[in-house]
T-cell receptor, first 111, second 114 residues
Framework: QKEVEQDPGPLSVPEGAIVSLNCTYSNSAFQYFMWYRQYSRKGPELLMYTYSSGNKEDGRFTAQVDKSSKYISLFIRDSQPSDSATYLCAMTLSGNTPLVFGKGTRLSVIA | DSGVTQTPKHLITATGQRVTLRCSPRSGDLSVYWYQQSLDQGLQFLIQYYNGEERAKGNILERFSAQQFPDLHSELNLSSLELGDSALYFC?????????????FGPGTRLLVL
């Protein structure tokens, strides 16, 4: 079993839809949870950062962490064509330690 | 723009050769991480340096090595290259922003081994 599992998609939605992306993980010691967005041929860009369990909202994006279920989610409201990218979940043990990534979900938002 | 720079952007070489990838972290960041991204394995951590010292090692092959110099830039050396080493190589640096330690990724070096 991989340490972090993420459905690779691809996921195709119409503009304006609500998108739900998620990851499961096996290591209960993970404390910090992130979502990165990666456009084609670019480096990953940090979207959301959450410490421990709970929700965090930033504009159209909401990140949720449920440590009891070892499950994290990213919701995108009112999706736009510019949201078309690969979304990578990542997690780590503490602040200055390597990230463990999911394989990424490729999202296409169709106008 | 993350502030992390990587050179070269693209590299095409032959099997058995050796290449060096270079990374300059964001100003003030002491930690540098190297990751490899391939289609089948996703983003995998290779090695971390902190202020010139090796801090953590991941799935890095013995044919690969890295170092961080006094000016904090880092180099990843890949030798005896094989076809399977073709991948995107990313460098990330970390620093504290808004009270949280965050990794910022460079644009990557695309390596093709023929």
């Amino acid at each position: 079993q991989k340490e972090v599992e993420q459905d690779p998609g691809p996921l195709s939605v119409p503009e304006g839809a609500i998108v739900s992306l998620n990851c499961t993980y096996s290591n209960s010691a993970f404390q910090y949870f992130m979502w990165y967005r990666q456009y084609s041929r670019k480096g990953p860009e940090l979207l959301m950062y959450t410490y421990s369990s709970g929700n965090k909202e930033d504009g159209r994006f909401t990140a949720q962490v449920d440590k009891s279920s070892k499950y994290i989610s990213l919701f995108i409201r009112d999706s736009q064509p510019s949201d078309s990218a690969t979304y990578l979940c990542a997690m780590t043990l503490s602040g200055n330690t390597p990230l463990v990534f999911g394989k990424g979900t490729r999202l296409s938002v169709i106008a | 723009d993350s502030g992390v720079t990587q050179t070269p952007k693209h590299l095409i070489t032959a099997t058995g050769q050796r290449v060096t990838l270079r990374c300059s972290p964001r100003s003030g960041d002491l930690s540098v991480y190297w990751y490899q991204q391939s289609l089948d394995q996703g983003l995998q951590f290779l090695i971390q340096y902190y202020n010139g010292e090796e801090r953590a090692k991941g799935n890095i092959l013995e044919r690969f090595s890295a170092q961080q110099f006094p000016d904090l830039h880092s180099e990843l050396n890949l030798s005896s290259l094989e076809l399977g080493d073709s991948a995107l190589y990313f460098c990330a640096s970390s620093g504290t922003t808004g009270g949280k330690e965050t990794q910022y990724f460079g644009p990557g070096t695309r390596l093709l081994v023929l």
